[in-house]
């Protein structure tokens, strides 16, 4: 699977989910701008001693990873999203796209899509999940979709 983070800001949640990444096999994709230095000691310290095993990319535009993997399927996760991220049969190889802690995706990125939108169902009253978890929610469930192909 392949995760996408659309401008992260946070060096920790980018760090935990690295790991996350690393401990599932998943690639992370990271467009900037970043909101942190990559040689950042929070984000060094979250993702642990698992950073040789992720790969990492990083792009310019979340345009240039779309057009880098043309026939990939792509999932928006938004809070604004009619469905929910369980009603998704997920493909191998899909990639998830989370947005930045503060705003989420930009409209933009929104509108290019709107059939691929999925949200985390949560009470009204809350805002949204941590960025981190958000990102544990949805990657686990695609990957029991999948088998858990190959992890132990």
């Not at 930009?106 to 009470?123: A, C, D, F, K, Y």
Request: proline letters at 5%; one cysteine or more; hydrophobic letters at 40%.
């Amino acid at each position: 699977m392949n995760i996408v983070l659309v401008e992260p800001e946070i060096p920790a949640n980018t760090g935990n989910i690295a790991r996350t990444c690393a401990v599932t096999g998943s690639a992370l994709h990271l467009v900037r701008p970043l909101g942190f230095s990559t040689a950042d000691k929070y984000l060094k310290r979250a993702g642990l001693d698992y950073w040789h095993l992720v790969e990492v990319f990083y792009y310019d535009s979340f345009q240039e990873v779309v057009e880098k993997y043309p026939e990939r399927c792509f999932y928006l996760v938004t809070t604004k999203a009619p469905r929910s991220y369980s009603d998704i049969l997920y493909e191998p190889d899909s990639f998830l796209v989370f947005g930045k802690e503060t705003r989420g995706l930009s409209s933009e990125i929104l509108n290019s899509s709107p059939e691929n939108q999925i949200r985390i169902p949560m009470v009204k009253e809350a805002r949204s999940l941590n960025l981190a978890n958000s990102v544990a929610v949805v990657l686990f469930e695609a990957l029991r979709q999948q088998g858990f192909g190959g992890l132990k």
